[in-house]
């Protein structure tokens, strides 16, 4: 194993270190100017909500701002095209779309909790082989460790491709004092869901970076909020885009906000979930984008 990800500007390195580790840093994806313009929008936008009682704090103690398409311009630059866009491409392919854009707020005292973006993911078997978990019955808490593909150290042959790719933008610095995104390197590959009571020895190692860089990990990379054992919060944004055959974290067709489709573009737009897909997402006579207030025919009768 060679050197692990640290902050870097080099696109093929960035591409190295996913296809090895399952995580790549992007250094200075942000201005020192626009960091600190990101960072006052959410923690105003923090602070209203916690006027109106809207304040959403996780049991690990890890504070959400979420939906945030709604919130502002600052965090729709975010979305464009660049490095990380560049990233998610890599690892999903020409087509996705935005899953969920939120804020993500690692207060003092805060716990892990491991996980990946794909515990909803089945995993894969063998020809004739018996299905151990089907995919509606899925959950948060049942589908990890040896409780779905026997032994807790056992690697799977087959496991399947990365579905989702989440971009977290860090707008303080991360460090493993207050609480930067901890990874296992490699655990891409492991082919099951980590668990608390198993895998607290893992090889967690922090993402440690500048303010301004963008950490991007697959979903099938093992992760967590580490633990902040600092005075101070750690703030940080997560854009999370999913391939287009998935379910979007966040109902992005329902929630965004007239003001925002108005003035999306056609990349936005499809972004969002607004275009259609290889006969997916379409009403019944589109192929191309959609829009609210489009339906299918109704109940007909020849003239």
């Known amino acids: 194993m060679t050197?692990?990800?640290?902050?870097?500007?080099?696109?093929?390195?960035?591409?190295?270190?996913?296809?090895?580790?399952?995580?790549?840093?992007?250094?200075?994806?942000?201005?020192?100017?626009?960091?600190?313009?990101?960072?006052?929008?959410?923690?105003?936008?923090?602070?209203?909500?916690?006027?109106?009682?809207?304040?959403?704090?996780?049991?690990?103690?890890?504070?959400l701002v979420r939906f945030l398409v709604n919130k502002g311009q600052e965090f729709l630059d975010l979305l464009r095209p660049g490095p990380a866009r560049e990233m998610a491409t890599h690892v999903l392919g020409e087509v996705y779309q935005l899953s969920s854009f939120n804020g993500h707020i690692a207060h003092p005292g805060g716990e892990t909790r491991f996980h990946t973006d794909q515990f909803w993911m089945p995993p894969p078997v063998r020809a004739g082989e018996a299905t151990p978990l089907k995919p509606g019955s899925v959950t948060r808490g049942g589908n990890r460790g040896h409780h779905v593909v026997g032994e807790p150290n056992t690697k799977r042959k087959w496991i399947a491709p990365a579905f989702t790719c989440n971009c977290m933008w860090t707008l303080d610095d991360f460090t493993a004092e207050n609480g930067a995104t901890i990874v296992v390197p490699g655990s891409h590959r492991f082919g099951r869901q980590p668990d608390h009571a198993l895998d607290e020895g893992a090889n967690w190692v922090p993402a440690a970076c500048p303010a301004g860089s963008v950490i991007i990990f697959e979903s099938r990379t093992w992760h967590s909020t580490g633990a902040n054992r600092s005075n101070s919060t750690r703030i940080g944004l997560t854009v999370n885009f999913c391939a287009p055959q998935m379910r979007q974290q966040e109902n992005l067709l329902l929630g965004t906000s007239p003001q925002v489709l108005e003035a999306a573009d056609d990349d936005l737009l499809a972004l969002l979930g607004f275009k259609a897909w290889e006969g997916y997402g379409g009403t019944e006579s589109s192929a191309g984008f959609v829009q609210r207030g489009e339906y299918g025919l109704g109940k007909l009768r020849p003239q």
């Not at 270190?17 to 399952?22: A, C, L, P, R």
């Not at 200075?28 to 809207?54: C, F, P, W, Y």
């Not at 304040?55 to 504070?63: H, T």
């Open 3 to 63: 050197a692990l990800p640290q902050p870097t500007a080099d696109n093929a390195r960035q591409r190295a270190d996913m296809d090895e580790f399952g995580y790549c840093i992007i250094a200075e994806a942000m201005s020192l100017e626009q960091t600190a313009r990101v960072r006052d929008r959410l923690i105003e936008q923090k602070t209203a909500e916690e006027q109106l009682g809207e304040s959403r704090v996780l049991d690990d103690g890890k504070q």
